[in-house]
């Protein structure tokens, strides 16, 4: 079941919230949550109800890959067309996709820190 837009940034949310050391607020714009771990972007939720979609890091294959497979992924909006991408509700979208691509950003963006703050939970 594809996850309506709405829900699709509650869980977004939720999934980056859950993260060690993420934390989040309005530095850009009132209109872009943008989620960090370390002082690095790693998820943007845009607050406008008419355009509900989200924006996360992504290996450039990787995000090539979801651009071609689901209409409505997109190159992302606000940073670089080619490691980011934006996912907005339709067709194959679905919650768990949506907290696999917030954990995979995050791990991009977390990767170069040292090893304690990368842990997440279970990870030990």
């Known amino acids: 079941m594809s996850a309506a837009g709405d829900r699709l940034q509650d869980t977004a949310r ?3 919230l859950a993260l060690p050391d993420a934390s989040h607020g309005y530095p850009f714009t009132p209109g872009l949550d943008v989620y960090k771990v370390a002082g690095k972007v790693f998820l943007i939720v845009t ?9 996360v890091k992504c290996e450039l294959e990787h995000a090539r890959a979801q651009v071609r497979r689901y ?11 080619r490691h980011w991408i934006s996912l907005g509700p339709g067709p194959g979208i679905t919650e768990r996709l949506v907290t696999d691509a917030v954990e995979d950003s995050y791990d991009l963006v977390a990767e170069p820190l040292p090893l304690p703050r990368r842990d997440r939970p279970g990870d030990r």
């Open 47 to 55: 607050d406008d109800p008419d355009e509900q979609i989200i924006t």
């Open 14 to 16: 939720q999934a980056a």
């Open 71 to 81: 209409a409505s992924v997109t190159p992302g909006r606000y940073l670089d067309k």
